[in-house]
Antibody
Framework: QLQLQESGPGLVKPSETLSLTCTVS??????????WAWIRQPPGKGLEWIGS???????YYNPSLKSRVTISEDTSKNQFSLKLTSVTAADTAVYYC??????????????WGQGTLVTVSS | DIQMTQSPSSLSASVGDRVTITCRAS??????LNWYQQKPGKAPMLLIY???SLQNGVPSRFSGSGSGTDFSLTISSLLPEDFATYYC?????????FGQGTKVEIK
């Protein structure tokens, strides 16, 4: 059974870089059948797709965050990572990693990690 | 970006009630629409993909329908474990976007 687990600092200072890692178990991130994504949820609010990384190494980012986001992978550790630079209080959120499942032109996120709360504060 | 608008934002219902949540897209997303359930303090869980296909293990009381810009999620007979927040998500065009959520509460 595939499982994803986010890890990283729970507190980041304004203007600094948020760095999170998602460790995947029960499956390989090197599979060409899936892609990997980061999604966030500010406290009490809805969900926002941050970006995705594909088997080829290609990345796609939400334009609203694109200038500050980098998603990368480490296949040797079966992990993928998120870096978000120049954070502000607006970046305070629960950050989820998830597997993207493409099926023809459709795709969806399943499963998700449990999420990790990152607070931006001095 | 494609905006997804759910209605209502919240509703109160009783166990055994039939509940329908609607999701409207700002432009056609054809059938590229998914539904997720999120319980407090937990990650979202996929319920329905491609408008009407039930994810493995999801009870048959859940169903989805629609096309183009108008979609719905129906729970035929609410059980206590169905009280949660539900989100629609379009996967027609990036950036993938979600509705604001519909919270289903106990009456």
């Amino acid at each position: 059974q595939l499982q994803l687990q986010e890890s990283g600092p729970g507190l980041v200072k304004p203007s600094e870089t948020l760095s999170l890692t998602c460790t995947v178990s029960g499956g390989t991130i090197s599979s060409s059948n899936y892609y990997w994504a980061w999604i966030r949820q500010p406290p009490g609010k809805g969900l926002e797709w941050i970006g995705s990384i594909y088997y080829s190494g290609s990345t796609y980012y939400n334009p609203s965050l694109k200038s500050r986001v980098t998603i990368s992978e480490d296949t040797s550790k079966n992990q993928f990572s998120l870096k978000l630079t120049s954070v502000t209080a607006a970046d305070t959120a629960v950050y989820y990693c998830a597997r993207g499942v493409p099926a023809g032109l459709n795709n969806w996120f399943d499963p998700w990690g449990q999420g990790t709360l990152v607070t931006v504060s001095s | 970006d494609i905006q997804m608008t759910q209605s209502p934002s919240s509703l109160s219902a009783s166990v055994g009630d039939r509940v329908t949540i609607t999701c409207r897209a700002s432009q056609s997303v054809f059938s590229y629409l998914n539904w997720y359930q999120q319980k407090p303090g937990k990650a979202p869980m996929l319920l329905i993909y491609a408008t009407s296909s039930l994810q493995n293990g999801v009870p048959s009381r859940f169903s989805g329908s629609g096309s183009g810009t108008d979609f719905s999620l129906t729970i035929s007979s609410l059980l206590p474990e169905d009280f949660a927040t539900y989100y629609c998500q379009q996967n027609y065009r990036t950036p993938w976007t979600f509705g604001q959520g519909t919270k289903v509460e106990i009456k």
